[in-house]
C-alpha cells in the first residue's frame, strides 16, 4: 500500500474543484502553499491564479506554442512569472513553501500529459483535476521523476 | 565578477541542498555553463540535449527578465542576482478539434 505522501485540507481541495468547475472549458491553474516535512507535504492554502495563455501574445513571448492551431488555453496553462514570484516571496515571508501546482484537463482523464512531463519539474506536486462536461471529477497529484522519464503517482488525503 | 545565483526549490537537491551559489562569471551564460559545470545534476533541468537553456527556464538579473535584456550575454556586475525561475506550464494532450 503506498503511503500517503500529500495532505491537501477539505477547503483547498474545494478551492480547485470550483476553479476547475468556472474555468472550463479552459485550464484553471494554481499555487499550492504549505509545509514540508519528513513525512511528507501538508497544504495549507490553494491559491488560484490567471491562466496567461487566456493573453496568447505574452504567454507564447515567455513559452512559445510549438502550433499555434492545437494549442490554446483551452489545453494549456501557464503561470505568469511575476505573479508566481510575487507568490513566492510573501510565502517564504510567512514562513511557508511553494509545495506545487493544480491546474484542470478539461473533458479529459486526470493524468500527466507529456507535454507536462516536459515541462515539469521535480519535488513539486504537480495536482491534476479532471473536468469532465463541467463538471470537477477525479483529482491526482504526481511528482516528476529526478531524471524527467515521467511522474509518479503522489497519493493524497483530504483532511 | 562575483555574483550570487538564486536556485530554485525543486532544484536544491542537485545543487547541495543550497538556496544560493555564489560564482564568478562576465555574463549570464558563463555563470550558467559555470553552475551546472559544478553541479552536473542541475544540467538536464535548465538546458536541453544540444545544450541550449530551456524554454521554460526563465532567468531573471536582478528582479528583470533576461529577455528583455541582453538574454544570456548580458553582461554581470559585482554582487548581481541571478534568479533561476521555473516556468510553471502544463495541459492535456492537444486534440486536432481544439479551436
Not at chain 1, 483547498?12 to 516535512?37: D, F, M, Q, T, W
Not at chain 1, 491559491?47 to 513559452?63: F, G, M, Q, S, Y
Not at chain 2, 537537491?13 to 564568478?24: T, V, Y
Request: charged share 30%; net charge negative; aromatic share 8%.
Amino acid at each position: 500500500m503506498s503511503k500517503v505522501v500529500l495532505r491537501i485540507p477539505n477547503g483547498a481541495v474545494e478551492v480547485i474543484r470550483k476553479h476547475g468547475k468556472e474555468s472550463y472549458p479552459n485550464e484553471c491553474c494554481g499555487i499550492l502553499v504549505g509545509k514540508a516535512g519528513d513525512s511528507g507535504k501538508e497544504v495549507l492554502q490553494a491559491v488560484p491564479v490567471a491562466n496567461l495563455r487566456l493573453n496568447a501574445e505574452e504567454a507564447d513571448r515567455l513559452l512559445p506554442r510549438e502550433s499555434v492551431d492545437f494549442e490554446s488555453e483551452r489545453n494549456r496553462f501557464l503561470i505568469d512569472p511575476k505573479e508566481q514570484i510575487r507568490i513566492e516571496r510573501e510565502t517564504r515571508e510567512s514562513g511557508l513553501e511553494v509545495l506545487g501546482y493544480y491546474h484542470s484537463h478539461p473533458d479529459h482523464p486526470a493524468r500527466p500529459s507529456n507535454y507536462d512531463r516536459d515541462h515539469g519539474w521535480p519535488w513539486y506536486s504537480y495536482v491534476i483535476l479532471s473536468v469532465i462536461q463541467g463538471n470537477p471529477e477525479e483529482m491526482t497529484s504526481w511528482v516528476l521523476k529526478d531524471d524527467r522519464s515521467g511522474f509518479d503517482s503522489e497519493p493524497w488525503t483530504g483532511f | 565578477m562575483a555574483v550570487k545565483v538564486v536556485i530554485p526549490t525543486p532544484l536544491r537537491q542537485f545543487a547541495g541542498k543550497q538556496d544560493s551559489i555564489e560564482i564568478s562569471a562576465g555574463t549570464v551564460a558563463e555563470a550558467l555553463s559555470g553552475l551546472t559545470n559544478q553541479y552536473s545534476e542541475l544540467r538536464r533541468h535548465l538546458f536541453t540535449d544540444e545544450g541550449k537553456l530551456r524554454s521554460f527556464v526563465n532567468v531573471y538579473l536582478n528582479d528583470e527578465d533576461i529577455r528583455y535584456l541582453e538574454n544570456d550575454q548580458t553582461p554581470l556586475k559585482d554582487n548581481d542576482v541571478i534568479s533561476i525561475v521555473p516556468s510553471i506550464a502544463g495541459g492535456r494532450p492537444a486534440p486536432s478539434f481544439c479551436r
